[in-house]
Every structure is written in C-alpha cells, then in structure tokens.
C-alpha cells in the first residue's frame, strides 16, 4: 500500500484538531483537540521514518509524546485552578489574566 | 494486503472519531471518540514497524493521558456543555474555510510530491529489531534530548502540584471536636450520629432514605445535595406493607401478650415469611 495514504489521513486529522481548537469553547475539548494535532503530527513522523528508512521519525515522535504528557499535566492543572474561581470551563470567561 | 484491509478499516474509525470529538456536545462524549482515534492510531504505528510506539501509544495517551482528561471531566461536572453562542461573528465559518484551506494545501502538497512508491523499511535500520535500535538511538544521539526531557517531567509534576495546591484557611475540626460539637450544641436526638440511608434486604443505595421505627421515612437520612436534585429515590417499596393476614395476627398478638413481646413476635413472623 502507497504510504501516502497515511501522510493524507494524518492531514485530515490534523485539520479537523484544528477546528476543534477554532470552534468549541469548552477549554477541555480544545485542549483534546490540541492533542489529536499533536497525534497527527506523531502519524506523520511514523510513517516518513518507514518511508525512508530511518529510525529518526520514530524517536522524535516518542519525544512528542513526552512532551504532550507534561503539557496535558500542566494544562489540566491551569483548567482545574481556572474552574475553581469562575465555576467555568469556557474559554470565554477567563478573559481578564487575572483569577 | 493486510495492511490496505487494516488502514481502510481503522481510518475511517479514526477520522469518525476525531470528528465525534469536534461536534459531540457534551465534553465526555468527545474523549470517549478521542480515545478510539488514538487506538486506532496505534493500530497503525504497529502496522507500520513502530511496535515500541504503538505500544507507548495505548499505554500513554489511551491508559494515562485520557484517563486524566475524563477526571478532570468529572471535576468539573460531566454535564458542562458548550453554550452555542457565536463570541466573534462569523468564526465558525471562517474556521470552516480555514481549515478547508488547510487540508486542500497539505494533501495537495503530499500528494503531489516525489515520495517512494514504496517505503523503504526499517529492517536496514534496526537490524536486532525495533525496541533495540530506538534504544541505541535514545541512549546515544538523542541522550541529551533525553535528559532534558526527564528534568521537563520533573518539572511538569511540581508545577501542576503547585498550581493545585490550596492552602487550608480554617483550621480542619478533628473527630473529637465534632463529637463534642455534636454533643453542646445539636439536638439531642443527633448526637449519636444521624440515620444512615437506604439499608434495606432488597436495596442498599444512598439515594433512598431511611425508615423510622414508625414507619415514615427519615429526611435526615439522605444528602440534601441528592434531595435538592432531585435524584433522591421514595423508600416506599422497600417498606412492609402487612397484608390482612399480618394485620389480624398482629391484633391476636397484641391481645394476648404484653407490650413488650412485640419486637420478639414481629422476629418470628419474619422468619416464617422468609
């Protein structure tokens, strides 16, 4: 099988990640969001590596993983501070930079 | 073969599920469609010689990361859905042909561009197999990448402590304290603690109140949280209702025994009906 086929369906998961980011106002779904991206982008890497024959692709995807690891923790952890002073998950409604 | 029949199945899962993500209304929902996408993503990492990540794949996104986003979910209430109200004018249509933009140039681009008809493989690359070769390479190229990383996590687990973290303002009354409270100041008909709800020999909830010995259920029995919600259930099935027969042999008892025997005699008739 022509291993585009998996450079297009990481496109069009990393499109509709985008439009999740752009359109929900739930800061938890923009947020999953923001991690399918980030697993588009790892499908990418995947395949290249396979495509080219090296094992690079498959490395900097496990670093992505990592790093998405210790960004949900810290952005979890932003929602969860944010939702104790305004009893909201919007967007909309963290808009003062201040608690 | 195998591998067109795994990608033709799988992807169309993963693209169902990233746009159940964007449109399901409730943020519940949404994970739920996430977390196929990220099985089905590494059902392809596997197809496509990358074990060890298909692996980590399940493990960290589906097992940890997902698992995270739905406690959250619940801390801040499964029913919290997005209100539909349009902040900017007009976004989601520009969103719309943004993101229509975005797919038609990158698919065009890889479509379009000289790549290998067919990969290469990795069997060159990783000749003792996949775990051992990303090993190697993680231990030696990227070492440092990999350190840092490490001190990233560390970093990462203090800051979300940090963040979390609340300082108790009042000071927490200790067991003996509320005793003593309960004691000076409540009613009396509370000081051994309130009627604890719902233990009957069909039930055993929270939600249904439970029976004095007169009969009628007991308010103090249940949260006020569940009454105020609604979602507190009637005790009323689990009572007994005595059948005319009950009745009548409760009327015999009474007139022949004292006052006190009621209790034993109720004990007995249990026991038959069981």
């Known amino acids: ?99 | 073969m195998g591998e067109a029949a795994l990608f033709w199945i799988m992807a169309p899962i993963a693209v169902l599920g990233a746009l159940g993500l964007v449109f399901s209304r409730k943020a519940v929902h949404g994970a739920l469609c996430l977390a196929a996408t990220m099985v089905s993503l590494a059902l392809f990492y596997i197809a496509q010689e990358a074990p060890f990540l298909g692996v980590v794949q399940i493990v960290v996104y589906t097992g940890a990361i997902m698992m995270l986003f739905l406690f959250v979910i619940m801390l801040v209430g499964v029913d919290s859905s997005d209100s539909r109200v349009e902040t900017i004018r007009g976004q989601r249509v520009a969103a719309t042909l943004a993101i229509l933009g975005v797919v038609l140039l990158l698919s065009a681009v890889t479509i379009r561009a000289t790549l290998p008809e067919e990969p290469a493989g990795l069997a060159q690359a990783s000749p003792d197999g996949n775990v051992p070769a990303i090993a190697d390479l993680i231990f030696g190229t990227y070492f440092w990448a990999f350190e840092v990383v490490a001190a990233l996590l560390i970093t990462a687990a203090v800051g979300a402590m940090t963040l979390t973290h609340r300082e108790r303002i009042f000071h927490r009354p200790t067991q003996k304290e509320l005793s003593i409270k309960r004691f000076s100041e409540g009613p009396p008909e509370e000081a051994a603690g309130l009627p604890v709800p719902g233990v009957y020999a069909r039930h055993n909830a929270v939600d249904t109140p439970a029976l004095l010995p007169d009969g009628t259920p007991s308010e103090a029995s249940i949260n006020r949280v569940l009454v105020a919600r609604g979602a507190a259930r009637s005790s009323d099935e689990f009572r007994h209702h005595p059948t005319p027969a009950d009745v009548e042999a409760a009327a015999e008892g009474e007139t022949d025994e004292p006052a006190g025997q009621i209790g034993a005699d109720d004990d007995a008739r249990g026991g038959e009906r069981a």
């Not at chain 1, 779904?29 to 090296?54: D, Q």
């Not at chain 1, 790093?67 to 932003?78: F, R, S, T």
């Open chain 1, 1 to 99: 099988m022509n291993p585009t086929n998996y450079l297009v369906l990481s496109v069009i998961l990393f499109a509709i990640g985008a439009s999740g980011v752009l359109i929900r106002r739930n800061a938890l779904v923009a947020f999953m969001s923001v991690e399918l991206m980030l697993n588009a982008a790892n499908l990418a890497f995947v395949t290249f590596a396979r495509m080219h024959g090296n094992l690079d692709g498959q490395i900097v995807a496990f670093f992505v993983m990592v790093v998405a690891a210790a960004e949900v923790v810290v952005g979890l952890a932003i929602i969860v501070t944010i939702f104790r002073t305004r009893r909201s998950a919007s967007v909309d409604d963290a808009s003062l930079l201040k608690l």
